[in-house]
């Protein structure tokens, strides 16, 4: 069974950082699709940032510019998101997803419809 485990959410001025943390267990994710989507309350989950475990390739989404990092321990099952400058707007629950299907590739699908699994939720909340 395929477990998805974030950890790293928590609380944080204006301008600070935040690192999240995902590790996988269950399977191996190496040439898949992962990465991180968040949810603002009453709205569908939006796509932050996607890597491709195969090839490395990063996808950052203009929602959040250069400030986030995505970066992956592929001999851990692990991917990273480093948030920097952070902003009253990122404040949001932020969820780790991964795609089981093989992909060559990439690019990785940005709607969340396309992640077979996820991960918890882990919370993040920005303040002045």
């Known amino acids: 069974q395929v477990h998805l485990v974030e950890s790293g959410g928590g609380s944080a001025q204006v301008g600070g950082s935040l690192k999240l943390s995902c590790v996988a267990s269950g399977y191996t994710f190496r040439s898949n699709c992962m990465g991180w989507f968040r949810q603002f309350p009453g709205k569908e989950r939006e796509a932050v940032s996607l890597?491709?475990?195969?090839?490395?390739?990063?996808q950052l989404f203009e929602s959040v510019g250069g400030r986030f990092i995505i970066s992956q321990d592929v001999d851990n099952n692990t991917i990273y998101l480093q948030m920097n400058s952070l902003e009253l707007e990122d404040t949001a629950m932020y969820y780790c997803?991964?795609?089981?299907?093989?992909?060559?590739?990439?690019?990785?699908?940005?709607?969340?419809?396309?992640?077979?699994?996820w991960g918890e939720g882990t919370q993040v909340t920005v303040s002045s």
């Open positions: 890597i491709h475990t195969g090839t490395g390739n990063k």
């Open positions: 997803a991964a795609d089981r299907r093989i992909q060559p590739r990439g690019p990785c699908y940005m709607t969340s419809r396309a992640y077979n699994y």
